[in-house]
């Protein structure tokens, strides 16, 4: 079995500059012509057989497009989903979000014990990578 993975193309958050997490931004025109060049390549490179996706718009759709491409089988699946980020959903990244008060005890906003959410230190090393 060979397994492939593919990220969304650009979404309006992108442009926003703000944190997506479970805010469902679309793509953009130019994330959906992004999706159709990936889908160019994937399909004369490696079709799939299958196509597992987030139901988050900007994931299916970049899904639909390789699936209308190539022609195979689609599913969502809701464990897909980018793990909750708490108040940073649609937060703008420019803002030092230590600075705003209600903020100034995020340990406690994502804390792990919080079913969904995800400790500071794994938000931070999927921001850097």
């Avoid at 012509?33 to 390549?41: N, P, S, V």
């Avoid at 699936?67 to 980020?85: A, F, H, T, V």
């Amino acid at each position: 079995m060979e397994l492939l993975l593919i990220r969304h193309g650009q979404s309006e958050a992108d442009l926003l500059g703000v944190h997506e997490g479970k805010a469902n931004f679309p793509l953009t025109e130019l994330g959906e012509h992004q999706a159709k060049r990936m889908a160019t390549y994937v399909g004369d490179s490696f079709p799939p057989d299958l196509i597992i996706t987030s139901p988050l718009s900007r994931a299916k759709k970049t899904a639909l497009i390789l699936q209308k491409s190539i022609g195979c089988r689609l599913i969502e699946d809701e464990d897909l989903k980018e793990y909750d980020n708490g108040v940073l959903a649609a937060f703008q990244k420019k803002r030092h979000f230590y600075n705003i008060p209600f903020l100034k005890t995020a340990g406690h906003i994502m804390s792990p014990s919080r079913k969904g959410n995800q400790n500071w230190n794994s938000v931070f090393v999927q921001r850097e990578y």
